[in-house]
């Protein structure tokens, strides 16, 4: 006996209909997923791309870069002065005729600064105040218009930081006071190896680490700043303030910078024969300290290539006829 095939009732028919259209509706999302995921990976391949090919530009202008820094040293044996107009001076460099990108390479004197490392003297591990250097510290703060409070602050936080006692400075401050920190740390006991570590330091606000920022470094090694007298402009007066331990001010300082030979002195002496200087009697280390030619080069090479932006920041050494590299970071502390 045949039997009536059975006609599906009209609520059997919507829910098979919204089956149906939910598995639709989720293998569309499914699919857009996939395609978002896909997208990603292809643009987050495309930017680590770029980003490389954006280093090996910056590379590329640094190789520059050390070739212009030995024809500048080969120009004038024994000095380095700023003719050719290349201190500080940003020059662009196109890439692929302008149309990918552009690069920028900037080379600077780069010893001219105050080296905060100098405030110890000592070896590795076995650091200890260095009076003339924390004296020529103060001065230039002095020059910069803190307070004799405030740069005594900032003097003897320094050289606890850096120093290996456990014995705070008058106003200085060791590892009990930065235990009590949120978070809490301890002082370095070593050397600088970033400027930005003045941050860490107590009483080095923000404003008080933007004031010093542009006149300190932190060179390999505690030697006194090695200023080249034939690279110093006048917004480096404070330096020579510095350098004096405050016998100049800053006007007298800078017509003590603008009175260099149109070619750069020739030797110190002709330097601190000049009547600002003559009474200023430096002491044996502070003659020593200064030089005509310079040894630390700073070189910074921004690159614009495609979606990706880098920075690289290298301290570069010379020393008997070669570049050493002493520092190298990318993406800096502008």
């Known amino acids: 006996m045949n039997r009536a095939r059975r006609t ?32 990603f990976a292809t643009r987050r391949a495309r930017n680590v791309q770029s980003v490389t090919q954006a280093q090996w530009h910056a590379l590329g202008a640094e190789a520059l870069a050390r070739q212009t820094i030995l024809r500048i040293d080969a120009a004038q044996p024994g000095r380095t ?20 990108g552009m690069a920028t390479l900037r080379i600077r004197d780069a010893g001219n ?10 070896t590795v591990e076995q650091w200890q105040r260095r009076e003339l250097g924390a004296r020529q510290y103060f001065a230039l703060l002095h020059a910069l218009a803190f307070d ?14 850096i120093d290996t006692d456990a014995t705070p400075s008058p106003a200085g401050a060791e590892d009990a006071h930065y235990a009590h920190r949120e ?16 941050r860490a330091i107590a009483g080095y606000s923000a404003s008080a680490y933007a004031r010093v920022r542009p006149y300190v470094c932190a060179l390999p090694g505690a030697g006194l700043s090695p200023l080249n007298l034939n690279t110093l402009g006048p917004d480096d007066a404070p330096l020579l ?7 100049l001010d800053a006007a007298q300082a800078r017509r003590a ?24 009697a430096p002491p044996n280390p502070v003659l020593e300290q200064v030089a005509l030619r310079t040894r630390f080069f700073g070189v910074r090479a921004q690159v614009e290539y495609g979606d990706a932006q880098v920075v690289l920041d290298e301290l570069l050494e010379l020393r ?6 002493r520092a190298r970071q990318w993406d800096p502390d502008p």
């Not at 600064?113 to 000592?122: A, Q």
């Open 113 to 122: 600064c105050f080296n905060l490392n100098s405030v110890v003297e000592g």
């Open 8 to 39: 599906p009732l009209p609520a059997q028919r919507g829910v098979a209909l919204l089956t149906v259209l939910l598995l639709v509706a989720v293998m569309s999302v499914l699919a857009m997923a996939m395609l978002d995921d896909v997208r």
């Open 241 to 247: 303030s510095m350098l004096t331990l405050g016998a």
């Open 148 to 161: 004799d409070a405030q740069a005594r602050q900032l003097v003897d936080t320094l050289v606890d930081w």
């Open 257 to 280: 910078i603008a009175g260099r030979p149109a070619g750069g002195w020739t030797d110190a002496a002709a330097f601190w024969s000049q009547p600002l200087l003559a009474a200023t």
């Open 81 to 100: 002065t700023l003719a050719g107009g290349w201190n500080g001076r940003s020059v662009p460099l196109p890439i692929e005729d302008g149309e990918r």
């Open 320 to 325: 008997a006829g070669a570049l050493l590299l």
């Open 183 to 198: 978070p809490a740390s301890r002082t370095a006991a070593g050397l600088l190896a970033d400027t930005s570590e003045l």
